[in-house]
């Protein structure tokens, strides 16, 4: 299992609308993260920032993002999203900037 812990910013103006999003996720959504060997994905909320949170169970990452990233649902919800973030400098394509973990207790 592989452990990401990634941040983002959050437009304040979109604050409410990414958390009644996220309060009401879609299930088609859902079902492709699972698909994708995506488990105990979290994403939390402090002082303009978005960090997330997830395992990966899989055998191969790539492969199961770029399928995530060809499904309708997934990519309809990335485009109700997106306008909520407000990506950090330096992130890269997505705008979610990938933590360094440094401690870790099971």
């Known amino acids: 299992m592989r452990r990401f812990g990634s941040v ?11 958390k009644h999003l996220h309060a009401n996720p879609w299930p088609e959504v859902n079902a492709m993260i699972t698909k994708c060997n995506i488990r105990n ?3 939390y909320y ?3 920032l978005l960090f997330s949170y997830l395992e990966y169970i899989g055998d191969d ?3 199961d993002q ?20 407000l990506p950090l400098p ?8 990938e933590m360094e973990p440094l401690y870790h207790l099971d």
């Open 66 to 85: 770029k399928m995530m990233a060809q499904d309708s649902a997934t990519r309809r919800w990335w485009a109700e999203t997106a306008p909520c973030q």
């Open 46 to 48: 402090h002082d303009g």
């Open 90 to 97: 330096g992130a890269g394509e997505g705008g979610w900037m």
């Open 8 to 18: 983002i910013g959050v437009r304040p103006e979109k604050l409410a609308y990414y």
């Open 41 to 43: 994905f979290t994403i």
């Open 61 to 63: 990452y790539e492969t």
